[in-house]
C-alpha cells in the first residue's frame, strides 16, 4: 500500500499566493463552470488533460505543485488543462464524474481520497484514462496509471543534515501513526543521521489519537517531549500537526532557561520553512508537479495501466536545499555555514540515486 501523503486536509501548508485563477467547484455543475482551464497555442493537437484535487489550491503547495504539472503537460502537447478543486467527499465524486463527463484525454488526481472513486470509475468508463498520484486503486485497471513514491530516500538525506547539524547526538521525529507507511518519515530519518555520524542516537513519538493529521496541540507535546530529553533535530511529519512541532520550536528557543529545550525542525512536502521562519532547516519535497506531467506523457506514449514510483533519482523526492531558489527559502540550510552540510548532502542523493547506496523501505 502507498504512503499516503502527509498533505493535509485543512491546508499543512499557509502561504498567500494563489494559483491563477482557479475557483472552488462544490459539485458537477459549479466544477463545470469554474475550474481554471487554458490551452496552449493553438490546441493543436487536441489532447485535453483535467485535474481534480482533494481540497482547495491556493493555500496548498503541494497541490499547486499538481497544478504546475498538468499546465506543464498541456504546454508540452500543446493541448488544454483544467482543474478541479474539491473541498469535501461529496465534491470530489461530483467532480471526478465531471470530469469524466467531459471525457479528456487524461483525468488525474492527487491523493489517496480517490482511490475508491477512480475504481468505480475506471469499471464504468473502460475506455477513460486515469493519473492517481500519491495513491494506487487495490485493483489494476488497464486504464488506471499510478504515481507513488519513494519518501524514505529524501527523508534518509534529511536525517543525514540533521546528523551532521547536531549538538546533543540526539535526533528525532513526531509521526503520525505508528504503522510501517508513516515510519518511512522517522526510521530513515534517523538512519541518515547514524550514516554520517556515529553515537547518534534518535527517538519517535507519534501523535496517535482521534484526529492524528490534525492535532497540532498534541503534536507539540510530542516535539517538546523530545526536546526535554535533549532532542536538537526533530522531523515534523505530523501532517497539519507540524504547526505545533514548529511551535514548540519557537517556543523553546525563546525560553529563558533552554537549555536542551530548543531544537530544529524538518517539513514535508512542501517548504514550510515560508511559515516557520527560523525554526525549519530544511524540507523532504514530494513533486507532484513531475508525477502529473512524467505521468501524462507515460499514458499518452501508450504506456499507461502501470504504477510508476518517483524517488531521487527520477526527481520526484528532494529536499528544498537541493533544488534551485535555495536562496530564497528561508530555510536554516541555506545559511553559508552549512554549505558543507549541503556538499555532503548531495553526495548521498547522488549515490543513491546511482544505486550505489540503498535507503531501507520501512514499507516494504
Known sequence: MPLPSLHTRTSLRLTAATVGAVLLATGCNAAAKNGDSGKNGDGGSGKSFTLVT?????????????????????????????????????????????????????VALVGFEFADIVAQQAEAHPKQQFLLVDACTKKTYKNVTCAVFREHEAVFLAGAEAGLLTRSKKVGAVDVLDTPQFRRYSEPFAAGA???????????????????????????????TLASGGVDQVMAAAAAGNTGVFQAAKAGKAAKSGHGKGFQAYGVDANQ?????????????????????????????????TTVSYGLKEGGMSLTGLEPGLADSKCLIAEPANDDVLARVKELRDDIAAGKLTVDDPAA
Do not use: M, Y
Not at 554520517?196 to 507535546?221: C, E, I, M, W, Y
Open 54 to 106: 482533494p481540497d482547495p489550491v491556493a493555500q496548498n503547495e503541494f497541490l499547486k505543485l499538481a497544478v504546475s504539472g498538468v499546465k506543464a503537460a498541456a504546454k508540452a502537447h500543446d493541448g488544454s488543462q483544467k482543474v478541479f478543486q474539491s473541498s469535501d467527499t461529496d465534491s470530489r465524486r461530483q467532480n471526478v464524474a465531471s470530469a469524466v463527463d467531459s471525457a479528456p484525454d487524461v
Open 194 to 224: 547514524e550514516k554520517v555520524r556515529s553515537g547518534v542516537r534518535s527517538r519517535t513519538l507519534f501523535v496517535g489519537g482521534q484526529s492524528p493529521f490534525n492535532d497540532a496541540a498534541r503534536a507539540k507535546d510530542q516535539a517538546a
Open 273 to 305: 520553512c515560508l511559515t516557520s521562519p527560523g525554526e525549519v532547516v530544511d524540507n523532504v519535497l514530494k513533486k507532484t508537479d513531475v508525477a502529473v506531467e512524467k505521468g501524462i506523457g507515460q499514458i499518452l506514449g501508450g504506456k499507461g495501466g
